[in-house]
């Protein structure tokens, strides 16, 4: 089955609404606390162009996993990995905004029997009932990222 993925300049058309209101709006419009029962929310992680050495930020969907967030580096399909997961390899060290305020997390991949549970939070949320034919579409492993909280 053929994942159910928009154009590619929708996608990136809809990406730059999303930060142009989260700029506007001070982030008070544009993050979401996960729903209940389905801990499943929306975050802006805030990186460091690893060739730029500039802030970059990125909308993403997350789950809550303990007092992890955990992403994917899906890139809507793409075959290419995300610049931020590019920038996340190179500084580990970064911050989230989440609707109750900023987070200073370390980001890993997750890797063996972990990614494969994480893999199954995601799978049983319905809005990641196309995650595999996404994941086929690519072509290539999709990085699930763990954003740990960074103790002092």
């Given at each position: 089955?053929?994942?159910?993925?928009?154009p590619?300049?929708?996608?990136?058309?809809?990406?730059?609404?999303?930060?142009?209101?989260?700029?506007?709006?001070?982030?008070?419009?544009?993050?979401?606390?996960p729903?209940?029962?389905?801990?499943?929310g929306?975050?802006?992680?805030h990186?460091?162009g690893?060739?730029?050495?500039?802030?970059?930020?990125?909308?993403?969907n997350?789950?809550?996993?303990?007092d992890d967030l955990?992403?994917l580096?899906?890139?809507?399909?793409?075959?290419?990995?995300?610049?931020?997961?590019?920038?996340?390899?190179?500084r580990?060290e970064v911050?989230?905004d989440?609707v109750?305020?900023?987070?200073?997390?370390?980001?890993?991949?997750?890797?063996?029997?972990?990614?494969?549970?994480?893999?199954?939070?995601?799978?049983?949320?319905?809005?990641?009932q196309?995650?595999?034919?996404?994941?086929a579409?690519r072509?290539?492993?999709?990085?699930?990222?763990?954003?740990e909280?960074?103790?002092?």
């Amino acid at each position: 089955m053929a994942a159910k993925i928009p154009p590619r300049p929708l996608i990136r058309v809809a990406w730059s609404v999303h930060r142009a209101m989260l700029a506007v709006s001070g982030a008070r419009i544009g993050l979401a606390l996960p729903v209940a029962g389905a801990k499943s929310g929306m975050l802006q992680l805030h990186t460091v162009g690893r060739r730029s050495g500039k802030p970059r930020a990125v909308v993403l969907n997350y789950l809550e996993d303990g007092d992890d967030l955990v992403v994917l580096a899906s890139n809507a399909g793409d075959p290419a990995h995300p610049a931020w997961w590019l920038n996340l390899e190179a500084r580990p060290e970064v911050s989230v905004d989440l609707v109750g305020g900023r987070r200073s997390v370390h980001a890993r991949a997750a890797g063996g029997d972990e990614r494969e549970r994480l893999l199954g939070l995601f799978r049983g949320l319905p809005m990641y009932q196309d995650l595999d034919a996404v994941f086929a579409q690519r072509g290539r492993e999709t990085p699930v990222v763990v954003l740990e909280p960074r103790r002092a």
